[in-house]
């Protein structure tokens, strides 16, 4: 086994801040709920999947589906040891509500899933995206989809009725 490591200037050996492949914080939550948590992190590259939960169906004649929450799986970098300020939002059990945010403060806000009330126009944007981590890379950043379908596939994250979802696996110590 071999240890990654980086010699700075002085001589002073920087290593992997965790093993890589270490998930420091996976979250679902229950619908109805948030998730809330203050999670110190070293300096390194992640992996993030963070998504929102559900809106919920409207009803009147016949039903219609929510959109699902907003999404993000990409490769992230944060400088610096820090402590993240997380919510993972659960999706909706009733009619007409939107599901709950999912976000790291100052880095990336996921919007909540839409109530479908009559029609599905108001889906969820796109994340936003913060200064306090850098984007390495991008698989999906999308908002939320009418009918309510998961964009992770083979989940049910955020899709209408559906919890939210974040995932932080560290990868390496360097971009």
Partial sequence: MTIRCKF???????????????????????NDKTTNVNLPIKQGVFELMCCSGGGGHWCYIGCNSGSSGSFFKGVVYFDEDQTLEIQVGGGTTTYAHNGYP?????CIHCPEGKSANTTCSSKPAAPTLMSGMQVLSTEIHAGG???????????????DLKPGYMKLTYLRLEP
């Fill in 145 to 159: 989809t009418c009918g309510g379908d998961s964009l992770f596939a083979g989940t049910e994250y955020g899709a």
């Fill in 8 to 30: 700075s200037p002085l001589g002073k050996p920087e290593v992997d801040s965790y093993e890589p492949g270490t998930v420091l914080f996976e979250n679902s939550p229950a």
């Fill in 102 to 106: 999912t976000y790291i403060t100052n």
